[in-house]
C-alpha cells in the first residue's frame, strides 16, 4: 500500500508519468512475487460492541433521523463486517436519496439491510433468463 501511495500520489504530481509509471509497475510486480508474503493475518469479523463502533465511523458525515438506532441494527445485523455495514449504511443513503427525503430514517436502513440480506425485492432469474430458460453450472 505503501508503494501504491507514493506511486499515485507522483503520479499525480505530474513528474515524468511515463517513467514513475514503468517504475511503480516494475517494483510492484516484485512485491506481488509468490513467497514474498510469508505471513497471513486472519481478522475475524466484529462482535456487537465491535459492529457499534464501526456504525459510528460510518454514521458520522450522515443525516441520521433520531428514530435510527445503532444498537438495534447491529443487533439486526450479525456476522456483517465493516465493509457490509458501510455497504449497508451508503444503501440507505441511496434510498433515501431516492426517496427524496432530508434524513435517513429507520424504513431506508430497514430496506436496505432486507436488499443486502436477501437481495433486490422483485428481481428474480425468469425475468434475467427469460420464461423457460434455465442456468447449467457444471
Same mark, same amino acid.
Given at each position: 500500500?505503501?508503494?501504491?501511495?507514493?506511486?499515485?500520489?507522483?503520479?499525480?504530481?505530474?513528474?515524468?508519468?511515463?517513467?514513475?509509471?514503468?517504475?511503480?509497475?516494475?517494483?510492484?510486480?516484485? %512485491?506481488?512475487?509468490? $513467497?514474498?508474503?510469508?505471513?497471513? &493475518? &486472519?481478522?475475524?469479523?466484529?462482535?456487537?460492541? $465491535?459492529?457499534?463502533?464501526?456504525?459510528? @465511523?460510518?454514521?458520522?458525515?450522515?443525516? %441520521?433521523?433520531?428514530?435510527?438506532?445503532?444498537?438495534?441494527?447491529?443487533?439486526?445485523?450479525? $456476522? %456483517?463486517?465493516?465493509?457490509?455495514?458501510?455497504?449497508?449504511?451508503?444503501?440507505?443513503?441511496?434510498?433515501?436519496?431516492?426517496?427524496?427525503?432530508?434524513?435517513?430514517?429507520?424504513?431506508? @436502513?430497514?430496506?436496505?439491510?432486507?436488499?443486502?440480506?436477501?437481495? &433486490?425485492?422483485?428481481?428474480?432469474?425468469?425475468?434475467?433468463?427469460?420464461? $423457460?430458460?434455465?442456468? @447449467?453450472?457444471?
Amino acid at each position: 500500500m505503501l508503494l501504491e501511495k507514493i506511486c499515485f500520489s507522483t503520479i499525480k504530481a505530474g513528474k515524468k508519468v511515463r517513467n514513475i509509471v514503468h517504475w511503480c509497475l516494475i517494483w510492484l510486480e516484485a %512485491f506481488l512475487r509468490p $513467497g514474498r508474503f510469508d505471513r497471513q &493475518i &486472519i481478522v475475524g469479523l466484529p462482535d456487537r460492541l $465491535g459492529q457499534i463502533s464501526i456504525l459510528k @465511523v460510518h454514521t458520522k458525515n450522515k443525516p %441520521f433521523d433520531e428514530d435510527v438506532s445503532l444498537v438495534q441494527l447491529a443487533n439486526r445485523t450479525p $456476522g %456483517f463486517s465493516g465493509a457490509d455495514l458501510a455497504n449497508l449504511l451508503n444503501e440507505s443513503a441511496i434510498l433515501a436519496t431516492r426517496y427524496k427525503k432530508p434524513t435517513i430514517t429507520k424504513n431506508e @436502513v430497514n430496506e436496505a439491510a432486507d436488499r443486502i440480506i436477501g437481495g &433486490i425485492a422483485g428481481s428474480s432469474n425468469s425475468k434475467r433468463w427469460g420464461k $423457460g430458460s434455465y442456468m @447449467v453450472c457444471s
